[in-house]
């Protein structure tokens, strides 16, 4: 425990220092925008901001640990900021979406927040719960931009300009371990594992488990893993040796899918849960894909990309129109329903006239109701709260739109009521 604790203090104080320099080295550079002064129609701009367009910016994984989904993220975005444009745009100005790829690397995650921040009035993804706290004592003191990040680490959780889009990762875990308890047969005194990556992700998704587990008479047998880390099987090992139940794993889609190859290999058929950044479609196209359709299930802030709502079936026609050949993954609905909330915070902020970042801010801070169409309505009104405690459980399944199908519709477990992330 120490030893893991240690391991994370070490990694925040890493990833502090890396803001302090990247910081320190753009100190002499000017701010660009108009500052704080009234452009076109009588309306306040600041950073990010002229009479013509708005600036965006998104920090995403095209090619580390998340490539597949942030890849669809980002798609998803560009679409969005496509469709606005092509509608005449918000409060007459085009928007701009700058992309910066940071492979999951942290330094390159906070150079590239560096670059961007005197260019852009916030950011409509930024991937990575462990590089969004790093930044998040600038973003508080004096950046001030909207950050709408794809990650749901709790500690994000409290700042008015980092909005968490759904329920944080450990309320998430809890409604997780509530279906293996309603229907998977996971029982009072049965052990659960958990596999989970060291830092911000990995670390409040165990929170959510052991918090779970101990209202559930369960024992959490932890196995920690480095983004690095795609062979599962000495995971597996430890987890068939203590006898577990059933799984929790708190990764990405590549250890996910090892996970549940190696475990259906080597006899322990047990239910594995994950969070909701732990599954890509793709992965049905492998060794691993008749197992995830027995084995596997994961929760989600949202319904799939293949749900049977309005919203949903225009997204799907709208994104093969744009992408042809592309897959279908949730990370499209992600991508798009950040990009959607960022767009009605800037749609307000205008009708109020004021376009700065504080103004962008305080107007995300009034959508206390935002339907996205998949299933959610968040409260974004609360910076100490997530916008949602609900979780829908998914099940792996390549015969349907997006290879996702529903098991559990949205739900918060009675457990998750009563926690405070």
């Known amino acids: 425990m120490n030893h893991r604790r240690q391991a994370v203090r070490g990694l925040a104080a890493a990833l502090a220092a890396l803001v302090a320099l990247t910081a320190a080295g753009c100190s002499s550079k000017a701010k660009t925008g108009d500052g704080k002064q009234t452009g076109a129609g009588g309306v306040k701009t600041g950073e990010g901001v002229t009479d013509q367009t708005i600036a965006l910016g998104a920090l995403t994984d095209m090619t580390g640990v998340y490539a597949t989904l942030g890849k669809s993220v980002t798609q998803a975005q560009q679409l969005y900021v496509k469709q606005v444009n092509a509608a005449g745009g918000i409060c007459g100005r085009q928007l701009a979406l700058t992309v910066r790829d940071h492979g999951y690397d942290p330094q390159k995650a906070l150079a590239a927040y560096t670059e961007l921040e005197p260019k852009v009035v916030g950011y409509t993804q930024f991937i990575g719960s462990p590089f969004v706290a790093a930044v998040k004592p600038q973003v508080d003191g004096k950046d001030k931009g909207l950050v709408l990040p794809q990650a749901w680490s709790a500690s994000l ?37 958990h596999v989970y990556f060291e830092g911000d992700y990995g670390e409040n998704a165990l929170k959510g488990s052991k ?6 008479g369960l024992t959490v047998v932890e196995q920690k893993i480095k983004p690095t880390d795609n062979d599962m099987s000495a995971q597996v090992s430890a987890l068939k040796q203590a006898g577990v139940k059933a799984v929790v794993i708190s990764a990405g889609p590549r250890q996910a899918a090892s996970l549940v190859g190696v475990a259906a290999a080597t006899g322990l058929k047990v239910p594995v ?6 599954f890509a479609p793709q992965l049905l196209g492998t060794q691993a894909g008749p197992a995830l359709e027995k084995m596997y299930w994961f929760a989600s802030p949202s319904l799939p990309i293949g749900a049977d709502t309005p919203t949903a079936k ?13 897959s279908l993954d949730n990370g499209i609905v992600a991508g798009w329903t950040a990009a959607g909330v960022f767009g009605e915070a800037l749609k307000k902020a205008c009708a109020d006239k004021d376009l700065t970042r504080e103004g962008v801010d305080k107007a995300l801070l009034s959508l206390k ?4 169409g998949f299933g959610m309505t968040h409260d974004l009104g609360d910076p100490k709260a997530p916008s949602s405690r609900e979780s829908v459980i998914i099940q792996p399944d390549k015969s349907v739109p997006g290879g996702m199908r529903t098991v559990r519709q949205p739900f ?8 405070t992330p």
């Open 211 to 216: 918090y779970a587990a101990g209202k559930a």
């Open 412 to 419: 918060v477990a009675e457990a998750a009521k009563s926690y």
């Open 157 to 193: 959780l409290g700042s008015p300009y980092i909005r968490v889009l759904g329920a944080t990762y450990d309320v998430e875990t809890i409604n997780a371990v509530d279906f293996l308890l309603k229907e998977k047969g996971l029982k009072s005194g049965d052990k659960l594992g």
């Open 369 to 372: 109701a935002h339907d996205a």
């Open 273 to 278: 849960v994950g969070n909701n950044s732990a």
């Open 314 to 326: 225009k997204l799907v026609a709208d994104y093969q129109a744009a992408y042809p050949g592309e």
